[in-house]
């Protein structure tokens, strides 16, 4: 007689019982059957059950099937539902009391779980997070009334708004309290955007009319109804942000008071986080500052403004009063025209500036930063397009600047500057700068969000497909960081590094200016094992293996969460190749394939080398994670700039082995940078709850006594990057 799946039978014995109490008894009479494949695969099937049973609002089924799940395979259950985000409140309408219940009865049977420490985490995170769902919910109750309220006019309105924000350079104030306004960036403003529209996208059909009215009052006397609605939006953002670390991230939520505070479980890990976004900004600034220092391009907005002072511009826009009152672009569609400002590759000074952002994470020269996306689409061809849109944006806010009534302005502003343009025509203009139907159709889809969609993001995809119109708004077009969000949005970074990735090739040529037999995506069977190795070098009786994992800075947690996938990925090659290469016997098959003499046996060491620089620092099962460019630095220099001073961290004058293996260590530079943040705690008002992100900050005072104190000081040594940074331009 064939017995019934595993998981399935003790579900339906688990109903049979009364009460949860007795499902627990139950369970502790119960015998664990062996862990095999199909358990494995029985369970990850019913990770979908119980998101159905959320769903359907059936707490007994939920209950039992959670219960079964993880009793039968704790671990592997555990992950499935992490990885599926099962238990987020978000999901069901932030409805969380049954999520809660669910992890408190598992907690109730932790005894029986044989099963690690972070997983018994997650669930204590999971049911400390249920308890701020309510409060998320009525957030999200207060976004449809005000959405559902504004029906005609909420979408245009939240978009101009946002796309204000963007073109006059919105500076925010961290300090400020979570109910003020200039707390947040531009960028959250931007995801707020996102968010209503997904909330109305949920409520109604987005169609050519979802876009077509504004409210005119919304600087005026309706500004604070927009004000609280994307506010509103933002924290909602941020109980989702929370949920999706601790899903996809070594990160745990604990309750107190009325308080849901989210930390890493390691609190290095977070330390690393904050250390990798400063860098990336300080980066970021550094390149500003040589690029000031050359002769600049002339910019969008400055070519806009000198066109207008002189007068060719002035017929440009006008104002028309049919419909409602609006300015119209009147841009002639002539070739000659489109040719000379948009399909020219010679660079605008805007242009240069989000090359040098993307400079940030090359490993190649400035001129490898134009590259192909796609066999049709270039970097290059998402700068013209930004280009294009950036004219039209400085136009519009020139000609809105130039009007003497204040009021005037505001309205206008309302109602002209976010671009609602048929499909045909928006072919029509690409096919203007790029001479081509074909790659102008392809852009366009590259860049076109569809309202229907489960993730919406406007610097990511920012025309707005609403049926026979795309919305955009032109200065998130024109300033967001386009290249990279388009490459991550369509899952085109493999195609983006290449054939042979640059970073790989960047730290392979540095460890062999240093001194070091190096190879790299080195394939050899060792031991009756194939071993793939990225990166392998020797130097002075000491064996290096490198694993490593070029992906974009995350600029969200969910593109955190992917890098993480990475190193945790890189975590597990490193573990079994340093199983293997320990053996000195082993050591020599590798040495004879690489046809390296003698010195041997090594002493073996690993690193997780990463292109950008979030995680760099932190440390995964005894496998450094460090970026690549600071490595290289410590290969070549071994150098850190305090202001216009150079400090030394070599041991020497000249690099040694020791230097490397240092800096791989617990004592080195990577992890003195951690250990100069300072403790810092950012508060969201949930209503009568809050939600906390416990965090760190640099103090750059502190930071640059202490590298003086450390490493001593040889002035005037080099070009050494400022400040913080210890990266080699």
Wanted: hydrophobic fraction near 45%; charged fraction near 25%; aromatic fraction near 8%.
């Amino acid at each position: 007689m064939t017995q019934s799946p595993p998981v399935s039978n003790l579900v339906a014995r688990l109903l049979s019982e009364k009460t949860q109490a007795s499902m627990v008894a139950l369970l502790r009479a119960e015998a664990r059957p062996p862990a095999t494949k199909a358990l494995s695969a029985e369970v990850k099937a019913h990770v979908s059950v119980l998101a159905e049973h959320l769903t359907g609002k059936r707490p007994r089924e939920a209950i039992a099937t959670a219960l079964a799940m993880i009793f039968l395979d704790p671990d592997h259950a555990i992950s499935c539902i992490r990885r599926d985000g099962v238990l987020r409140a978000s999901r069901y309408q932030y409805s969380g009391s049954l999520i809660g219940r669910i992890a408190k009865a598992v907690l109730n049977i932790r005894d029986l779980l044989t099963t690690s420490p972070d997983r018994i985490a997650y669930l204590e995170s999971v049911e400390a997070l249920s308890r701020l769902a309510g409060n998320a919910l009525t957030l999200k109750s207060e976004v449809e009334a005000k959405v559902r309220a504004h029906r005609a006019v909420v979408l245009k309105t939240v978009f101009v708004m946002v796309n204000s924000l963007f073109y006059h350079e919105w500076s925010n104030d961290l300090e400020a309290n979570s109910l003020d306004a200039r707390r947040y960036s531009s960028e959250e403003y931007a995801e707020a955007a996102s968010f209503i529209l997904h909330t109305y996208a949920s409520m109604f059909p987005v169609d050519d009319f979802s876009f077509a009215q504004v409210d005119t009052e919304a600087f005026g006397k309706n500004a604070l109804v927009y004000q609280r609605l994307l506010m509103d939006a933002i924290r909602l953002t941020k109980f989702r942000e929370a949920e999706l670390l601790i899903d996809g991230l070594p990160y745990r939520a604990d309750y107190e008071g009325n308080t849901v505070t989210v930390s890493s479980i390691d609190p290095d890990l977070e330390r690393a986080v904050r250390l990798g976004y400063i860098q990336q900004q300080i980066q970021g600034m550094v390149r500003q500052i040589h690029f000031a220092k050359t002769k600049p391009a002339i910019s969008i907005r400055a070519a806009i403004d000198s066109g207008f002072d002189r007068g060719g511009f002035e017929h440009l826009l006008e104002i028309k009063d049919q419909i409602v009152r609006r300015l119209v672009l009147r841009l002639p569609a002539i070739p000659e025209l489109f040719d000379a400002l948009f399909a020219t590759d010679v660079l605008f000074h805007d242009e240069i500036q989000m090359l040098t952002a993307l400079d940030v994470d090359n490993f190649g020269t400035f001129d490898d930063l134009v590259f192909p996306i796609t066999d049709r689409i270039s970097s290059m061809d998402v700068f013209k397009v930004q280009r294009y849109f950036n004219f039209i944006s400085c136009a519009y806010q020139r000609r809105l600047a130039d009007l003497k009534d204040p009021a005037e302005r505001a309205v206008l502003n309302l109602t002209s500057t976010l671009l609602v343009i048929p499909h045909s025509d928006m072919v029509r203009q690409m096919r203007l700068i790029f001479g081509d139907e074909d790659k102008s159709r392809e852009i366009i889809g590259l860049l076109t969000m569809n309202s229907r969609d489960p993730h919406l993001d406007l610097q990511y995809r920012p025309f707005v497909d609403v049926g026979g119109y795309y919305v955009v708004a032109p200065h998130v077009v024109a300033v967001s960081n386009l290249v990279r969000n388009t490459i991550v949005a369509n899952r085109l970074r493999l195609a983006a590094i290449g054939p042979k990735d640059r970073m790989v090739h960047s730290v392979t040529k540095a460890l062999r200016s240093a001194g070091f037999e190096v190879e790299n995506d080195f394939k050899a069977k060792v031991a009756g094992q194939l071993l793939e190795l990225d990166i392998v070098a020797r130097r002075d009786s000491a064996l290096f293996l490198f694993e490593c994992k070029n992906a974009y800075h995350p600029v969200s947690v969910h593109e955190m969460r992917n890098s993480w996938d990475h190193i945790r990925s890189a975590r597990k090659q490193l573990d079994r190749r340093q199983e293997i290469l320990t053996v000195p016997a082993n050591q020599e098959q590798l040495f004879r394939r690489l046809g390296w003499k003698g010195d041997f046996p090594c002493s073996v060491h690993t690193g997780i080398v990463i292109a950008n620089r979030v995680f760099h620092g932190a440390n995964l099962n005894g496998h450094p994670i460090r970026q690549a460019h600071e490595l290289i630095n410590v290969l070549r220099s071994g150098r850190i700039a305090a202001n216009d001073d150079s400090l030394s961290f070599w041991l020497g004058a000249e690099f040694q082995t020791v230097d490397l293996t240092a800096y791989l260590g617990s004592g080195s530079i990577a992890t003195d940078q951690l250990a100069t943040l300072d403790a810092r705690e950012w508060h969201y008002s949930m209503g009568s709850r809050h939600l906390v992100f416990s965090s760190y900050i640099l103090d750059t005072l502190k930071w640059d006594r202490e590298l003086r104190e450390r490493y001593g000081l040889r002035v005037g040594e080099g070009d050494a990057e400022s400040g913080f940074a210890v990266d080699d331009l």
